[in-house]
T-cell receptor, first 113, second 115 residues
Framework: SQQGEEDPQALSIQEGENATMNCSYK?????LQWYRQNSGRGLVHLIL?????REKHSGRLRVTLDTSKKSSSLLITASRAADTASYFC?????????????FGKGTHLIIQP | NAGVMQNPRHLVRRRGQEARLRCSPM?????VYWYRQLPEEGLKFMVY????????ESGMPKERFSAEFPKEGPSILRIQQVVRGDSAAYFC?????????????FGSGTQLSVL
């Protein structure tokens, strides 16, 4: 069964605004990862947050994890046109197992200049 | 320090032909993963390999699809007798540690088009 499900499916904001994307998942996880994909390219890893962590920062990115609600959020502050891409969350189930890193369908983010 | 290299970038095949997709992991990585992506969809796991071993192939169709990662050379994803439904982007990723406990490094993908 599919794990990470991103919300919203698409998001369009003005440059300089903050963008927030959410991810919900179904089963216990070892870690949750966020990736970015530019059109026609491979995925680029952004942040990994482990099940015992609640928040992580990397530059303009902030990720939170709420294991009680089985949800995570990705916040991009002061957005730039170059942030336009699809953003995917991916989960690794606790105990490993089959399927490994399972991706959602992504949030397509458009930054309007 | 080259990243994950995939080739070809684009591959066009007619129905019934064979498709061979290649992936060279990052230097020092011995774990390779193959994913398939349909338009407007997320990536679907296919197979996880280490050198000379298939660790998990639970996401790979039982027929027509096979994967290998030999001791020397790139990992190969092979699709025999391709059908139109095989048209997709195929991504390879690698990691230096077992499983998915650390981040994956992805290649740029091979876009397979079946005519």
């Amino acid at each position: 069964s599919q794990q990470g499900e991103e919300d919203p499916q698409a998001l369009s904001i003005q440059e300089g605004e903050n963008a927030t994307m959410n991810c919900s998942y179904k089963t216990s996880i070892n870690n949750l990862q966020w990736y970015r994909q530019n059109s026609g390219r491979g995925l680029v890893h952004l942040i990994l947050i482990r099940s015992n962590e609640r928040e992580k920062h990397s530059g303009r990115l902030r990720v939170t994890l709420d294991t009680s609600k089985k949800s995570s959020s990705l916040l991009i502050t002061a957005s730039r046109a170059a942030d336009t891409a699809s953003y995917f969350c991916a989960t690794v189930p606790s105990g490993g197992g089959a399927d490994g890193l399972t991706f959602g369908k992504g949030t397509h983010l458009i930054i309007q200049p | 320090n080259a990243g994950v290299m995939q080739n070809p970038r684009h591959l066009v095949r007619r129905r019934g032909q064979e498709a061979r997709l290649r992936c060279s992991p990052m230097k020092g990585h011995s774990h390779v993963y193959w994913y398939r992506q349909l338009p407007e969809e997320g990536l679907k796991f296919m197979v996880y390999l280490q050198k000379e071993n298939i660790i998990d192939e639970s996401g790979m169709p039982k027929e027509r699809f096979s994967a290998e990662f030999p001791k020397e050379g790139p990992s190969i994803l092979r699709i025999q007798q391709v059908v139109r439904g095989d048209s997709a982007a195929y991504f390879c990723a690698s990691s230096g540690t077992a499983g998915w406990v650390e981040k994956l490094f992805f290649g740029s993908g091979t876009q397979l088009s079946v005519l």
